[in-house]
């Protein structure tokens, strides 16, 4: 059973920084897409970050590209998402997900909106006003 587990969100001022936590699980093995989202209040899901584990590889949205980080710490077996120069806009439930079975191409697939992922997190709150 594959459960994901993030943490970090809080409560920032506009500028601040946060860094989001998805502890994930042994059983996705050592290569798999993993990836932040983020859903607003009446609005889409939104994908932000990916990367595949196997390589490194990352990718980034347009919208969040130069200001957000995605990254993995192999020891704690933690996928981390660090936000810089928060803006009110960034206001949303953050998400990590977990895609098991495909290759590297999966994550540039889904940071363009085309990837589904296999697991999710219960997701973590960021507010910036």
């Known amino acids: 059973h594959v459960q994901l587990v993030e943490s970090g969100g809080g409560s920032v001022r506009p500028g601040e920084s946060l860094r989001l936590s998805c502890l994930d699980s042994?059983?996705?093995?050592?290569?798999?897409?993993m990836a932040w989202f983020r859903q607003a209040p009446g609005k889409e899901r939104e994908p932000l970050a990916a990367?595949?584990?196997?390589?490194?590889?990352?990718y980034y949205a347009a919208s969040v590209k130069g200001r957000f980080t995605i990254s993995r710490d192999d020891a704690n077996a933690t996928v981390h998402l660090q936000m810089n120069s928060l803006k009110p806009e960034d206001t949303a439930t953050y998400f990590c997900?977990?895609?098991?079975?495909?290759?590297?191409?999966?994550?540039?697939?889904?940071?363009?909106?085309?990837?589904?992922?296999?697991?999710w997190g219960k997701g973590t709150q960021v507010t910036v006003s």
């Open positions: 997900g977990a895609e098991q079975d495909s290759g590297s191409w999966y994550c540039p697939l889904t940071i363009s909106g085309g990837g589904e992922m296999d697991y």
């Open positions: 042994p059983t996705l093995g050592k290569s798999y897409c």
């Open positions: 990367m595949y584990t196997g390589y490194g590889n990352t």
